[in-house]
Nanobody
Framework: QVQLVESGGGLVQAGGSLRLPCAAS????????MGWFRQAPGKERELVAA????????SYVDSLKGRFAISRDNAKNTLYLQMNSLNLEDTAVYCC??????????????????????WGQGTQVTVSS
């Protein structure tokens, strides 16, 4: 069973930056494809970014390209989300998710919510004006 714990959220002014780590335990991290999702008040959960188990392939929702960056450190069992130029619409609970993948799938990332088997509790990001 994989446990995921997000941190790094908080209150930030518009235009600021945050870096969210997601620490994984209880599993084999470099076998996990991973993703970041967010859910704003009154809205459905949506994909932010996804990354393959190797880290070599990434995907972003179009509206966030250029501002957000997903990365992973397999030696530290940690996934990251770097968020820059934050605006009010980025206010949400950010969750990381994981899915075991086979070696042949090491360059594949997953964008669909239902593809993931393990989820963290999330961390709140609030952007103020």
């Amino acid at each position: 069973q994989v446990q995921l714990v997000e941190s790094g959220g908080g209150l930030v002014q518009a235009g600021g930056s945050l870096r969210l780590p997601c620490a994984a335990s209880g599993g084999t991290f470099d076998m996990l494809a991973m993703g970041w999702f967010r859910q704003a008040p009154g809205k459905e959960r949506e994909l932010v970014a996804a990354i393959s188990r190797s880290g070599g392939s990434t995907s972003y929702v179009d509206s966030l390209k250029g501002r957000f960056a997903i990365s992973r450190d397999n030696a530290k069992n940690t996934l990251y989300l770097q968020m820059n130029s934050l605006n009010l619409e980025d206010t949400a609970v950010y969750c990381c998710a994981a899915k075991y993948t086979a070696l042949l799938e090491r360059a594949i990332y997953y964008s669909a919510i239902h593809a993931y088997d393990f989820w963290g509790q999330g961390t709140q990001v609030t952007v103020s004006s």
